[in-house]
């Protein structure tokens, strides 16, 4: 196939404690396209102000005027990203790309959070209708684009997430690594953009079960967000102390990597997950997975293959699984020997491939 100019519409800060796994995922992308022998140019924001919704309209605002001198075989716009264009300032086809679908995730949210997703996903869901084509993450998101934004379901082709198979080969030998050290606490890994969907809450508690049988065990939360504090108080008044270490962000990738390196389980009960690429992270690590049967969670990490699903929100269960695992050596070597050769098949060169086929029809 001859080398097409992709031009991506993207808003997103590059930033993954800003941005959550969209960013990572569309830079993903590019490369992986790229390394197909394609064009891309992305057009991101020109100015960032301290509120990044406010960055993302006024980018979109101002998409018309900075696309004039670009001639695209395709154009790609991210969630709500060129919603704001008139019918005449995308030539060529145009595909739009939902990370997430905001109106689905405005159903587990509260207070500011839910406010902006309710005002944004009227845009997301315009830019959805006015596709030629639109790529959903998994078939739970393909579903909810239909249900939230009326996309007829012959219009949306499904192409999973992926991850860098090279940044993420050698994370595997480095746990075996540090997970052979002798005396050392035995680690439960969460790792997220911290909204309430993502049900760190229910986890907590969890862990709060466990103590008493495992008072030795620990849990990592990794990420920031709008739930951090109300996670924190959580913490306090369940009495967890040192047992929880709210890590927050972490600086690049390496550090990141050393954080599943140094786990033995990890978990993220999440209410809805439109994909969820810290599961390919997990399976890179060679890490058992614990996780809430919702969203796109079973797709990504089929129950009893590489994780233990339990019902969402369901806090005994939660722990029970948790605590069947701790207690497994030989289960979580089972489960976490699945997912590491399960990863690899979502090397983004894979990823963008698929793309690139859902996307051709409109082509022609």
Known sequence: M????????DSWLRDRSSGSGSAVAIAGLASGLESLGHEVTVLRPDRIFP???LTRLLYNAGLGRRMAGHDPDLVVGFDFDGSLLSP???RGPYVVALKGVMADEARFETGVSLRRFRMLSPLEARNARSADRVICTS??????????YGVPRGQIRIVPEGIDVPDWSSVAGQAKALRSRAGRQLTI???????????TASLLRAVGRLRPSWPDVRLRIVGEGPELARLRALSDQLRLGDTVQFVGSVAGIEALQREYAEADVFCLPSLQEGFGIVFLEAMAAGLPIVAARAGAAPEVAPHDEVSLLVAPDDDAALAGALERLLADIRLRRELGDAGARRWKAYDWSNVSRHFLAACLPVKA
């Open 2 to 9: 001859a080398g097409l100019r992709i031009l991506f519409l």
């Open 51 to 53: 509120s990044l919704d």
């Open 88 to 90: 005449g300032s995308i």
């Open 139 to 148: 078939v739970y998101s393909a579903l909810q684009a239909t249900r939230e």
């Open 189 to 199: 890994l969460s790792v997220a953009r911290q909204y309430r969907r993502k049900n």
